[in-house]
């Protein structure tokens, strides 16, 4: 058997902490079960009873509005409960660690927890003190699988001329550095075959990337956006930048603003992705997020049935608690 045959009857993972785990298989597995989420989607009843019995618990140590609500829908729509723990309404702004916290919380029995922390690593660390499932919804500056799931859902369902993602370009531009969007939107996108390309001033491109097979880093957005399918804005996280990085918003905006004009370089069928919260006029130009080569609104629409098809794999597929 090849490596990647191998590779690929590798048992599912217990959690979705980060893609590296996860085989193409898997995820094209995963895909197929979100086309199935998605036709529910589209029925008059919005409800299924695949996750009856079951629990979600959505634990948010960090602001969300999306990847929250999305979760909580993908949950409900499979009829499962769900018991919501926001850490500015909690015992935590008390003092309580987060362990005790998660002890707290896990006394009720929740089949699946949906963790975002500010710290790297947290989601991990929580699957040491529980045996229920843990999804990642965004840690520190790591990862956010699901994130970059619905963002490959989407260029696979607008650009079907594509059979997988073989010969793919996609350009992210902006804060890469402090973007856990862009380090897991590598990971699953060089995974799946395609070429990632970065893009940013030198301050907020860290070299590091470079290395990896099938991701070039640019500090010219020209370079970037030529010839690719799909181009991802991203925000300044202004809340993870320890000081000015900088030199200008003005110089910015001159430099890395995802616009019509430097679009005129893409594929001309190239989508305009942006995971949100948006900073319009920022990092992308405020009519292009809403022209037709946008699918911004779509990357929020298709996370629920990519949220959906997450929960129902790692609980259905692996009998909730162990
Ligand atoms: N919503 C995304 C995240 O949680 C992107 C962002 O905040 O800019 O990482």
Same mark, same amino acid.
């Given at each position: 058997? &090849?490596?990647?045959?191998?590779?690929?009857?590798?048992?599912?993972?217990?959690?979705?902490?980060?893609?590296?785990?996860?085989?193409?298989?898997?995820?094209?597995?995963?895909?197929?079960?979100?086309?199935?989420?998605?036709?529910?989607?589209?029925?008059?009843?919005?409800?299924?009873?695949?996750?009856?019995?079951?629990?979600?618990?959505?634990?948010?140590?960090?602001?969300?509005?999306?990847?929250?609500?999305?979760?909580?829908?993908?949950?409900?729509?499979?009829?499962?409960?769900?018991?919501?723990?926001?850490?500015?309404? &909690? &015992?935590? &702004?008390?003092?309580?660690?987060?362990?005790?916290?998660?002890?707290?919380?896990?006394?009720?029995?929740?089949?699946?927890?949906?963790?975002?922390?500010?710290?790297? !690593?947290?989601?991990?660390?929580?699957?040491?003190?529980?045996?229920?499932?843990?999804?990642?919804?965004?840690?520190?500056?790591?990862?956010?699988?699901?994130?970059? =799931?619905?963002?490959?859902?989407?260029?696979?369902?607008?650009?079907?001329?594509?059979?997988?993602?073989?010969?793919?370009?996609?350009?992210?531009? !902006?804060?890469?550095?402090?973007?856990?969007?862009?380090?897991?939107?590598?990971?699953?996108?060089?995974?799946?075959?395609?070429?990632?390309?970065?893009?940013?001033?030198?301050?907020?491109?860290?070299?590091?990337?470079?290395?990896?097979? !099938?991701?070039?880093?640019?500090?010219?957005?020209?370079?970037?956006?030529?010839?690719?399918?799909?181009?991802?804005?991203?925000?300044?996280?202004?809340?993870?930048?320890?000081?000015?990085?900088?030199?200008?918003?003005?110089?910015?905006?001159?430099?890395?603003?995802?616009?019509?004009?430097?679009?005129?370089?893409?594929?001309?069928?190239?989508?305009?992705?942006?995971?949100?919260?948006?900073?319009?006029?920022?990092?992308?130009?405020?009519?292009?997020?809403?022209?037709?080569?946008?699918?911004?609104?779509?990357?929020?629409?298709?996370?629920?049935?990519?949220?959906?098809?997450?929960?129902?794999? =790692?609980?259905?597929?692996?009998? !909730?608690?162990?």
């Amino acid at each position: 058997m &090849s490596a990647a045959a191998d590779a690929d009857a590798a048992p599912r993972p217990k959690h979705l902490l980060d893609l590296a785990d996860w085989t193409p298989k898997q995820i094209a597995a995963l895909f197929d079960t979100t086309d199935v989420m998605a036709q529910v989607m589209t029925r008059t009843i919005k409800k299924v009873p695949a996750l009856q019995g079951f629990t979600v618990g959505t634990l948010f140590f960090e602001n969300s509005t999306r990847t929250r609500l999305s979760f909580e829908r993908a949950a409900r729509a499979q009829s499962a409960d769900v018991i919501s723990f926001a850490a500015g309404a &909690s &015992s935590l &702004s008390k003092g309580e660690s987060l362990k005790d916290t998660l002890r707290t919380i896990d006394a009720m029995q929740a089949d699946l927890y949906v963790v975002r922390h500010p710290a790297s !690593g947290a989601p991990h660390q929580l699957t040491r003190w529980t045996d229920a499932r843990v999804v990642n919804a965004g840690d520190g500056r790591r990862a956010h699988p699901t994130q970059a =799931l619905l963002d490959a859902y989407t260029f696979k369902t607008r650009f079907p001329e594509f059979a997988g993602f073989e010969g793919v370009k996609l350009a992210i531009v !902006g804060d890469v550095a402090h973007s856990r969007v862009a380090r897991s939107n590598v990971e699953l996108w060089t995974k799946l075959g395609a070429h990632v390309t970065l893009c940013g001033p030198r301050t907020l491109l860290p070299e590091e990337f470079g290395e990896r097979s !099938g991701v070039t880093l640019t500090h010219r957005l020209a370079d970037a956006v030529e010839g690719a399918h799909a181009v991802m804005a991203l925000r300044l996280q202004r809340e993870r930048m320890a000081g000015p990085l900088l030199p200008s918003l003005a110089e910015y905006r001159a430099r890395y603003q995802v616009s019509r004009a430097a679009l005129a370089l893409a594929h001309p069928d190239a989508l305009v992705m942006h995971p949100g919260p948006m900073n319009r006029d920022v990092e992308i130009e405020g009519p292009l997020a809403d022209d037709p080569r946008s699918v911004i609104e779509a990357q929020v629409a298709n996370g629920v049935p990519v949220r959906m098809a997450v929960l129902y794999t =790692l609980l259905v597929g692996g009998k !909730g608690r162990a």
